[in-house]
């Protein structure tokens, strides 16, 4: 089975526009990685380049896109130069072989991300872990117009087969769906808001920069560059979409 990803964009309810690997171009890999950095930046320094490697791994990347708004940020990003649309949440995510077990989800984000770079759908899986659920600033919480909810929905229709995509995996041997979200109570309210349940599965230290070493960093530089960092970060726990 083909694990190359080439599609055309289809439309959400409302204005949201799904696209998919090589549906996003290569001029908005400099905003993809802006986005990430600004949530995630302490923990791995996303690129252009490093952006291009997920996008081709081999497995789904989705981008949301939408018409810029004024209110829009990224912060040190004139997003004029992106254009008139761009993309304003996204999902990357990892296909595993687990069982059901939980315990067999990898406990460090590098670990599960081959290095934060992604690597192709394995041979065998059942599971499917919703990594990394990003967007610009002016589209998040309180800020935003559902288009978060709308992205993780349509994630979840699109790993059940329910998209219309052409797909590089299929669907019918997926039997669970969980995140790798961060242990703060606001993360897991949101979820069960759009309609995950709470495993009650917590993996400690799960991204800590440190035991990731993503950076290159010491502990003492670490702590130099970023010292309100919120360490409530570090631990993940399991939310589940399905199974």
Known sequence: MST???????????TLEFRLN?????????LLAATLNEWWGWLIEADS???????????????????????DFVTGVDLAKY?????????EMVFLET????????KL????????????????YDTVIFVDLTGIPSRIGKNGKGEVERTVK?????????TGHDLPFDPEKINHIWTYSPDIDG???????????????VIPDARNPILNNLRGLTEEEFAAQYPHHNTKLHNTRLMSYLG
């Open 4 to 14: 190359q990803i080439i599609q055309s964009p289809i439309s959400a309810p409302g």
């Open 22 to 30: 090589d549906g996003i171009p290569a001029s908005h890999h400099g």
């Open 49 to 71: 380049a490093i952006m291009e490697k997920r996008k081709h791994s081999g497995t789904p990347l989705i981008s949301a896109y939408d018409s810029r708004r004024s209110g």
């Open 83 to 91: 254009g008139a649309e761009i993309p304003v949440v996204s999902l």
């Open 99 to 106: 069982g059901g077990d939980k315990g067999k989800v990898p």
């Open 109 to 124: 984000y590098r670990s599960l991300t081959n290095e934060g770079l992604w690597q192709p759908i394995p041979k065998d």
């Open 154 to 162: 349509f994630g979840k229709d699109y790993v059940l087969g329910q």
């Open 187 to 201: 993360i897991v309210r949101m979820h069960i808001r759009y309609g995950a349940s709470d495993t009650n599965h």
